[in-house]
T-cell receptor, first 112, second 114 residues
Framework: QQQVKQSPQSLIVQKGGISIINCAYENTAFDYFPWYQQFPGKGPALLIAIRPDVSEKKEGRFTISFNKSAKQFSLHIMDSQPGDSATYFCAASPENTDKLIFGTGTRLQVFP | DGGITQSPKYLFRKEGQNVTLSCEQNLNHDAMYWYRQDPGQGLRLIYYSQIVNDFQKGDIAEGYSVSREKKESFPLTVTSAQKNPTAFYLC?????????????FGDGTRLSIL
């Protein structure tokens, strides 16, 4: 079964620090890699996404780094804020499908 | 405001009972999805539909059923055959198939066993 492995399971960061969440995949036929942010009791919301033809994408404090040869991608949150405290999911979409395969999530806590 | 509305927010099921979760979207999206979320397991796909009157099983369809009679609506029935239904259920939609458009999620229904 296609899988996306996400780590760490939980992460504690001080305000102003950098949060880094990593994901790895095995299937090379993925062509879309979104990250979702979920607050308690809410549905996930799209944060940022990347396609495999670029190695990095930045939107504000959020950056995706993509390493196609290593089949890894990561989310970096710069200047982490308490309001960033949430669960983050990486996902990957198999080519020519509209399905998403999700990682198991990372619970981020940012302390002031 | 456009979005996805899931109801009810909380639902309780008795043994042997079927329950139906509602999902309505006014985004004019073609595709709709149902996911189940359990702690530590991420989101797992139950069913998806790319067009009215058509739907496909996802990875964990056993014990669930769906219908897609209208573009805006994609209700999920949790049948008595689903022996472990306690979970957070999420509905999502996206604009066009095969185009890598993002999926937009509702705020979920939490189902518990009485």
């Amino acid at each position: 079964q296609q899988q996306v492995k996400q780590s760490p399971q939980s992460l504690i960061v001080q305000k102003g620090g950098i949060s880094i969440i990593n994901c790895a995949y095995e299937n090379t036929a993925f062509d879309y890699f979104p990250w979702y942010q979920q607050f308690p009791g809410k549905g996930p919301a799209l944060l940022i996404a990347i396609r495999p033809d670029v190695s990095e994408k930045k939107e504000g404090r959020f950056t995706i780094s993509f390493n196609k040869s290593a089949k890894q991608f990561s989310l970096h949150i710069m200047d982490s804020q308490p309001g960033d405290s949430a669960t983050y999911f990486c996902a990957a979409s198999p080519e020519n499908t509209d399905k998403l395969i999700f990682g198991t999530g990372t619970r981020l806590q940012v302390f002031p | 405001d456009g979005g996805i509305t899931q109801s009810p927010k909380y639902l309780f099921r008795k043994e042997g009972q079927n329950v139906t979760l509602s999902c309505e979207q006014n985004l004019n999206h073609d595709a709709m999805y149902w996911y189940r979320q359990d702690p530590g397991q991420g989101l797992r796909l139950i069913y998806y539909s790319q067009i009215v009157n058509d739907f496909q099983k996802g990875d964990i369809a056993e014990g669930y059923s769906v219908s897609r009679e209208k573009k805006e609506s994609f209700p999920l029935t949790v049948t008595s055959a689903q022996k472990n239904p306690t979970a957070f259920y999420l509905c999502a939609s996206s604009i066009v198939r095969y185009s890598n458009q993002p999926q937009h999620f509702g705020d979920g229904t939490r189902l518990s066993i009485l």
